[in-house]
Nanobody, 114 residues
């Protein structure tokens, strides 16, 4: 399983970015897919997740600002990030879960300037 994340970059506070994750296999084969982030000196944390059935959940810190979505035909998962804040600065990782196994892509850096 390969996960390729893209779309990171530099944004100003209040701005938007859209992250994309391309999966090498059918995303329906995974129980869930999501986005995690890790800021310097901090532990990796869950940002958003979408289950096989289409349910989604978010970290409290991003609720109302971020939206996770998927395109099952293209095997893509997206994270639309609006109203960005400097504290959103982190490396963002795409994740896929199949049973008890987690798959990770290489991260994409998001930097939000104040």
């Amino acid at each position: 399983v390969q996960l390729q994340a893209s779309g990171g970059g530099l944004a100003r506070a209040g701005g938007s970015l859209r992250l994309s994750c391309a999966a090498s296999g059918a995303i329906f084969s995974f129980n869930a897919m999501g986005w995690y982030r890790q800021a310097p000196g901090k532990q990796r944390e869950l940002v958003a997740i979408i289950t096989k059935g289409g349910s989604s959940d978010y970290a409290d810190s991003v609720k109302g600002r971020f939206t996770i979505s998927r395109d099952t035909a293209q095997n893509m998962v997206y994270l639309q990030m609006n109203s960005l804040k400097p504290e959103d600065t982190a490396v963002y990782y795409c994740n896929a879960k199949r049973s008890v196994v987690n798959y990770w892509g290489r991260g994409t850096l998001v930097t939000v300037s104040s």
